[in-house]
């Protein structure tokens, strides 16, 4: 899989839930790039804008769409790599701030 394969798959899936790419169409295929070059690496996709242990179990919160997604783009209007966004982030509604990594510090190991 390339990552127009990816991007197509993955818009058709997480657009119904209300997750957009972010319009930086650059940004975005760097990002999926990163996704699969994890894929290759661990077997997953783990987010590509956070260090990875190679073991799944101790990675599974952070396998993409990660688990602080949620909050993330509920709060901020993004998620911590910007990689989702909401329709509103996208459209200039909302300020484009800094997401704080929600991860724990313990898990980044």
């Given at each position: 899989?390339?990552?127009?394969?990816l991007?197509?798959?993955?818009?058709?899936?997480?657009e119904?839930?209300?997750?957009?790419?972010?319009?930086?169409?650059?940004?975005?295929?760097?990002?999926?790039?990163?996704?699969?070059?994890?894929?290759?690496?661990?077997?997953?996709?783990?987010?590509?804008?956070?260090?990875?242990?190679?073991?799944?179990?101790?990675?599974?919160?952070?396998?993409?769409p990660?688990?602080y997604?949620?909050?993330?783009?509920?709060?901020?209007?993004s998620?911590?790599?910007?990689?989702?966004?909401?329709?509103?982030?996208?459209?200039?509604?909302?300020?484009?701030?800094?997401?704080?990594?929600?991860?724990?510090?313990?898990?980044?190991?």
């Open positions: 899989m390339n990552a127009e394969e991007y197509e798959k993955l818009k058709k899936v997480q119904p839930k209300g997750y957009f790419f972010n319009k930086d169409k650059e940004l975005v295929f760097e990002l999926l790039n990163g996704l699969l070059t994890k894929k290759e690496q661990n077997k997953y996709m783990a987010c590509p804008c956070r260090l990875s242990s190679g073991d799944y179990e101790s990675d599974k919160d952070i396998i993409c990660c688990v997604r949620e909050p993330d783009v509920k709060e901020y209007g998620c911590y790599c910007s990689l989702y966004v909401s329709k509103e982030w996208n459209e200039g509604q909302i300020p484009h701030k800094v997401v704080p990594e929600r991860r724990p510090p313990e898990l980044n190991k």
